[in-house]
């Protein structure tokens, strides 16, 4: 099965950029997806098709996709960023799954 | 903008099945080229996909889960609903149900809208 890497924990200090990295085999040959969770709430997506951002989303959250890693870059942190961060892909090869990293937690400091 | 809404029992017994509804607003389930589906949350871990379905069409599982996980959906009331059997205390989470964004026939969408998910415990 497919396997999605992140990092645990990333910690940025305020007005800082933060990257968040997910690993995956040739997971630049796939469309990759973000969302930000905080505490008690719902996922909501911040990226998605690798790099684009949904309609509300700021223009701080940025992203890449290529090779065997996938970057979510939060430029400018502000405290309300503090929060769970998870990718996510399809890979048709698996049954049709859908994959999670394991999320990363960011803390601003 | 849809509006997912899960519904059931916050405690199951061991060795019993578990069942939840999502009830959906703002979007037939049956409109095509929309996928439903299932995902659930341990607490403290990570997102886990349950399955995702078509109205009308395919429904896949997690292969995790194959044997012991059913999605089913009813139109009338617009819902879809999960059964999952012979749970144990590691099926224990918040179970969110979500709409993938629309889709021409792949399932490589994000998941676009979320329900805000129901906790069910597992009870020995």
């Known amino acids: 099965s497919y396997v999605l890497t992140q990092p645990p924990s990333v910690s940025v200090a305020p007005g800082e950029t933060a990257s968040i990295t997910c690993g995956g085999s040739?997971?630049?040959?796939?469309?990759v997806h973000w969302y930000q969770q905080k505490p008690g709430q719902a996922p909501v997506l911040v990226i998605h098709y690798d790099t684009a951002r949904p309609s509300g989303i700021p223009e701080r959250f940025s992203a890449s996709n290529s090779g065997n890693t996938a970057t979510l870059t939060l430029s400018g942190v502000e405290a309300g960023d503090e929060a769970d961060y998870f990718c996510q892909v399809w890979d048709r090869s698996s049954d049709h799954c859908v994959v999670f990293g394991g999320g990363t937690k960011l803390t601003v400091l | 903008q849809p509006q997912l809404q899960e519904s059931g029992p916050g405690l199951v017994k061991a060795s019993e099945t578990l069942s939840l509804t999502c009830t959906v607003s703002g979007n037939s389930i049956s409109s095509s080229g929309y996928y439903w589906g299932w995902i659930r949350q341990p607490p403290g871990k990570g997102l886990e996909w349950i399955g995702t379905f078509l109205y009308g069409g395919n429904t896949y599982y997690n292969p995790s889960l194959k044997g012991r996980v059913t999605m089913s959906a009813d139109t009338s009331e617009n819902h879809f609903s999960l059964e999952l059997t012979s749970v144990t205390a590691s099926d224990t989470a918040v179970y969110y149900c979500?709409?993938?964004?629309?889709?021409?026939?792949?399932?490589?969408?994000?998941?676009?809208?979320w329900g805000q998910g129901t906790l069910v415990t597992v009870s020995s």
């Open positions: 040739d997971i630049g040959g796939k469309s």
């Open positions: 979500a709409r993938l964004a629309y889709s021409y026939g792949s399932l490589a969408e994000p998941w676009d809208h």
